[in-house]
Nanobody, 122 residues
Protein backbone atom coordinates (compact mmCIF):
# COMPACT_ATOMS: atom_id res chain seq x y z
CA UNK A 1 0.00 0.00 0.00
CA UNK A 2 2.86 2.39 0.83
CA UNK A 3 5.06 2.76 -2.23
CA UNK A 4 8.08 4.87 -3.17
CA UNK A 5 9.06 5.42 -6.81
CA UNK A 6 12.37 7.04 -7.80
CA UNK A 7 13.19 8.85 -11.04
CA UNK A 8 15.76 11.24 -12.48
CA UNK A 9 18.79 8.98 -12.76
CA UNK A 10 20.94 8.86 -15.86
CA UNK A 11 24.42 9.34 -17.29
CA UNK A 12 26.35 12.58 -16.85
CA UNK A 13 29.93 13.82 -17.16
CA UNK A 14 31.96 14.73 -14.09
CA UNK A 15 31.05 18.20 -12.87
CA UNK A 16 27.50 17.91 -14.13
CA UNK A 17 24.21 17.80 -12.25
CA UNK A 18 21.20 15.54 -11.79
CA UNK A 19 17.99 15.90 -9.81
CA UNK A 20 16.46 12.77 -8.37
CA UNK A 21 12.84 12.54 -7.27
CA UNK A 22 10.95 10.06 -5.11
CA UNK A 23 7.16 10.06 -5.19
CA UNK A 24 5.40 8.43 -2.24
CA UNK A 25 1.85 7.16 -1.97
CA UNK A 26 1.64 9.11 1.33
CA UNK A 27 3.80 11.58 3.23
CA UNK A 28 6.10 9.88 5.73
CA UNK A 29 7.84 11.89 8.51
CA UNK A 30 11.43 10.82 7.90
CA UNK A 31 12.88 10.21 4.48
CA UNK A 32 16.34 9.62 3.09
CA UNK A 33 18.47 8.79 0.08
CA UNK A 34 20.85 5.84 0.07
CA UNK A 35 23.20 4.58 -2.62
CA UNK A 36 25.03 1.39 -3.45
CA UNK A 37 27.80 1.01 -6.00
CA UNK A 38 28.99 -2.25 -7.60
CA UNK A 39 30.55 -4.48 -4.96
CA UNK A 40 29.95 -1.87 -2.26
CA UNK A 41 27.73 -1.77 0.80
CA UNK A 42 24.69 0.48 0.95
CA UNK A 43 25.46 3.91 2.43
CA UNK A 44 23.29 6.76 3.60
CA UNK A 45 23.57 9.93 1.51
CA UNK A 46 21.13 12.41 3.03
CA UNK A 47 18.02 12.53 5.22
CA UNK A 48 15.25 14.98 6.08
CA UNK A 49 12.60 14.85 8.82
CA UNK A 50 9.18 16.39 9.42
CA UNK A 51 10.81 19.51 10.86
CA UNK A 52 12.94 19.90 7.72
CA UNK A 53 16.12 19.15 9.61
CA UNK A 54 18.74 17.61 7.33
CA UNK A 55 21.88 15.54 7.58
CA UNK A 56 24.40 14.64 4.88
CA UNK A 57 27.20 12.16 4.45
CA UNK A 58 30.58 13.89 4.52
CA UNK A 59 31.28 12.75 0.96
CA UNK A 60 28.40 14.82 -0.47
CA UNK A 61 28.29 17.88 1.79
CA UNK A 62 28.28 21.10 -0.19
CA UNK A 63 27.34 19.29 -3.40
CA UNK A 64 24.01 17.56 -2.72
CA UNK A 65 20.78 19.06 -1.35
CA UNK A 66 17.82 17.08 -0.03
CA UNK A 67 14.35 18.64 0.05
CA UNK A 68 10.68 17.69 0.01
CA UNK A 69 7.30 18.96 -1.20
CA UNK A 70 4.57 17.68 1.10
CA UNK A 71 1.76 18.72 -1.24
CA UNK A 72 3.15 16.29 -3.81
CA UNK A 73 4.46 13.71 -1.30
CA UNK A 74 7.74 14.01 -3.15
CA UNK A 75 11.37 13.86 -2.01
CA UNK A 76 14.20 15.37 -4.06
CA UNK A 77 17.97 15.10 -4.21
CA UNK A 78 19.73 17.83 -6.17
CA UNK A 79 23.21 16.59 -7.06
CA UNK A 80 25.78 19.10 -8.29
CA UNK A 81 29.50 18.84 -9.08
CA UNK A 82 29.10 15.12 -9.62
CA UNK A 83 32.16 12.88 -9.40
CA UNK A 84 32.76 9.38 -10.80
CA UNK A 85 32.71 8.16 -7.18
CA UNK A 86 29.03 9.18 -7.02
CA UNK A 87 28.11 6.49 -9.56
CA UNK A 88 25.67 4.09 -7.90
CA UNK A 89 22.10 2.90 -7.65
CA UNK A 90 20.24 5.50 -5.59
CA UNK A 91 17.37 4.43 -3.35
CA UNK A 92 14.64 6.40 -1.63
CA UNK A 93 13.77 5.29 1.92
CA UNK A 94 11.23 6.31 4.57
CA UNK A 95 10.30 5.64 8.19
CA UNK A 96 7.60 6.54 10.73
CA UNK A 97 10.11 6.12 13.56
CA UNK A 98 11.10 9.25 15.50
CA UNK A 99 14.69 9.01 16.73
CA UNK A 100 16.05 11.95 18.68
CA UNK A 101 18.87 12.30 16.17
CA UNK A 102 18.78 12.24 12.37
CA UNK A 103 20.05 8.93 11.08
CA UNK A 104 21.67 7.61 7.91
CA UNK A 105 21.54 4.00 9.06
CA UNK A 106 19.62 1.72 6.72
CA UNK A 107 18.22 -0.34 9.59
CA UNK A 108 16.25 2.70 10.76
CA UNK A 109 14.16 2.84 7.58
CA UNK A 110 11.18 0.65 6.75
CA UNK A 111 10.06 1.48 3.22
CA UNK A 112 12.26 1.41 0.13
CA UNK A 113 11.95 2.27 -3.53
CA UNK A 114 13.29 0.21 -6.43
CA UNK A 115 16.17 2.59 -7.16
CA UNK A 116 17.38 4.79 -10.01
CA UNK A 117 20.80 4.41 -11.65
CA UNK A 118 23.34 7.25 -11.69
CA UNK A 119 26.48 6.98 -13.83
CA UNK A 120 29.14 9.71 -13.76
CA UNK A 121 31.90 9.54 -16.37
CA UNK A 122 35.27 11.28 -16.31
Amino acid sequence: QIQLVESGGGSVQAGGSLRLACVGSVNIPRMAWFRQGPGSEREGVATIDQWNRTKYADSVKGRFTISRERAKATLYLQMNSLKPEDSAMYYCAASYRSPTLLTLAGQDYTYWGQGTQVAVSS
